[in-house]
T-cell receptor, first 114, second 110 residues
Framework: EPEVTQTPSHQVTQMGQEVILRCVPI?????FYWYRQILGQKVEFLVS????????KSEIFDDQFSVERPDGSNFTLKIRSTKLEDSAMYFC????????????FGPGTRLTVL | DAKTTQPTSMDCAEGRAANLPCNHS???????VYWYRQIHSQGPQYIIH???NNETNEMASLIITEDRKSSTLILPHATLRDTAVYYC???????????FGKGTKLSVKP
């Protein structure tokens, strides 16, 4: 069964450093998403991406964040200068088409900012 | 904010049916009810969705009241692996993102 994959599973970084979280969505899917979940809190939407551009973003997704689909398979989330409060699980998700109901989530990357 | 209200937690005995309620009194005509679950620290997993008719798939059944202001997710024979946080989400099909609430933490006990 096709699945969304994410690397690394755990990333530790120093405050102020740049990190790139990587995702490989399901092949042929057109819609891509990033969510985050701070420990013990709700899953929060960050950004959605379609047709090589951002289609929607939350107020969490400020200028420190960016997304990119550098090739036909990867979908990345970059945090330019990490803060302590960026520590969270980051989940990538993909969906086939607009009318599709199911978003498929990856296993997540645990980001720890020291 | 999420448009749904769910109990914080529920227990269920293994092998019995788990009935998880959700209130969505402000649901509008073009909005669907979706259910996802999150097993400890894993990515959320889609379970089922519906508009106004009851739905069933291999994982669960979804019962939506006639006025559509509430629904119940039914896991017919809960197993220990069904222990998870269950999220009821209301959204239109064209809406991209999912807005998660706090969900219901279901504990299936032997």
């Amino acid at each position: 069964e096709p699945e969304v994959t994410q690397t690394p599973s755990h990333q530790v970084t120093q405050m102020g450093q740049e990190v790139i979280l990587r995702c490989v969505p399901i092949s042929n899917h057109l819609y891509f998403y990033w969510y985050r979940q701070i420990l013990g809190q709700k899953v929060e939407f960050l950004v959605s991406f379609y047709n090589n551009e951002i289609s929607e973003k939350s107020e969490i997704f400020d200028d420190q964040f960016s997304v990119e689909r550098p090739d036909g398979s990867n979908f990345t989330l970059k945090i330019r200068s990490t803060k302590l409060e960026d520590s969270a699980m980051y989940f990538c998700a993909s969906k086939g088409g607009l009318a599709d109901n199911e978003q498929f989530f990856g296993p997540g990357t645990r980001l720890t900012v020291l | 904010d999420a448009k749904t209200t769910q109990p914080t937690s529920m227990d269920c005995a293994e092998g019995r049916a788990a009935n998880l309620p959700c209130n969505h009194s402000t649901i509008s005509g073009n909005e669907y009810v979706y259910w996802y679950r999150q097993i400890h620290s894993q990515g959320p997993q889609y379970i089922i969705h519906g508009l106004k008719n009851n739905e069933t798939n291999e994982m669960a059944s979804l019962i939506i009241t006639e006025d559509r202001k509430s629904s119940t997710l039914i896991l017919p024979h809960a197993t220990l692996r069904d222990t998870a946080v269950y999220y009821c989400i209301v959204r239109s099909r064209s809406q991209g993102n999912l807005i998660f609430g706090k969900g219901t933490k279901l504990s299936v006990k032997p």
